[in-house]
């Protein structure tokens, strides 16, 4: 799936490491019950900036912004997704069909460097999700 970041001035990196937040989402289709769990890790493509943050560096080359990156966060924005740990889907169970596990997430600019050092151009970056099946 492709998620789409708004534009951003340079200036909005002046008073923010992180602006513009983005809501998107995973959605697990047709989970088979009777497993004891569901669970997800999540891990970019490129390089990790700090795992506990869950921020990573844009891509690179032709084109690409400076001293950004993006960072990920959970449905509320309120806690960093750590690509060193594995999350439980919350709405899983083992005893029904479910048909739909929604994993809502965050994805926003990140400032890696000083505001004077962002220049414009393009931000991409990819993550892959490992399901575990318990």
């Known amino acids: 799936?492709?998620?789409?970041?708004?534009?951003?001035?340079?200036?909005?990196?002046?008073?923010?490491?992180t602006p513009r937040v983005t809501p998107f989402q995973f959605t697990l289709r047709n989970c088979p019950a009777g497993m004891d769990s569901v669970s997800y890790q999540v891990t970019?493509?490129?390089?990790?900036?700090?795992?506990?943050?869950?921020?990573?560096?844009?891509?690179?080359?032709?084109?690409?912004a400076l001293g950004v990156g993006l960072r990920i966060t959970d449905?509320?924005?309120?806690?960093?997704?750590?690509?060193a740990t594995t999350y439980p889907v919350a709405d899983?169970?083992?005893?029904?069909?479910?048909?739909?596990?929604p994993?809502?997430?965050?994805?926003?600019?990140f400032r890696t460097d000083t505001a004077d050092a962002v220049t414009p151009g393009r931000v991409q970056g990819a993550l892959q999700m490992t399901v575990f099946y318990n």
């Open 1 to 17: 799936m492709n998620v789409t970041l708004p534009s951003v001035q340079k200036s909005e990196f002046n008073t923010s490491i």
């Open 44 to 64: 970019p493509m490129s390089p990790i900036i700090t795992s506990a943050d869950g921020t990573f560096a844009n891509n690179t080359g032709t084109g690409m």
């Open 75 to 83: 449905s509320t924005n309120t806690a960093a997704v750590n690509f």
């Open 92 to 101: 899983y169970s083992p005893t029904s069909g479910n048909s739909a596990l």
């Open 103 to 109: 994993i809502p997430m965050n994805v926003s600019y």
